[in-house]
Nanobody, 116 residues
Framework: QVQLVESGGGLVQPGGSLRLSCTASGSRNTYSMGWYRQAPGKQRELVARLTGIFTPTTNYLDSVKGRFTISRDSAKNTIYLQMNSLKPEDTAVYYC?????????WGQGTQVTVST
């Protein structure tokens, strides 16, 4: 049974930083992965994706470009989302999943709250 487990969320003030982690258990590799988020009352959206093995390609939601960075540690089967210069509008539950997402892999997510 493959599981994706997110961690690293929390409460942070505007302008602060957090690093989210997503570890894939089982045999699932992390070659094509994405970070998604869902704010209250809104649809889930793709925040960042990382695809490719030898020459990884990254893409970002326009509103997070220059602030968020997705990366991978293949040895640990883990992907990360480094979030800097956080804004209140970044408040959401953050999830990792394959890219494109597989409905069976949605986990509990990790809550990120940006507030004073």
């Amino acid at each position: 049974q493959v599981q994706l487990v997110e961690s690293g969320g929390g409460l942070v003030q505007p302008g602060g930083s957090l690093r989210l982690s997503c570890t894939a258990s089982g045999s699932r590799n992390t070659y094509s992965m994405g970070w998604y988020r869902q704010a209250p009352g809104k649809q889930r959206e793709l925040v960042a994706r990382l695809t490719g093995i030898f020459t990884p390609t990254t893409n970002y939601l326009d509103s997070v470009k220059g602030r968020f960075t997705i990366s991978r540690d293949s040895a640990k089967n883990t992907i990360y989302l480094q979030m800097n210069s956080l804004k209140p509008e970044d408040t959401a539950v953050y999830y990792c999943n394959l890219y494109p997402p597989d409905a069976s892999y949605w986990g509990q997510g990790t809550q990120v709250t940006v507030s004073t």
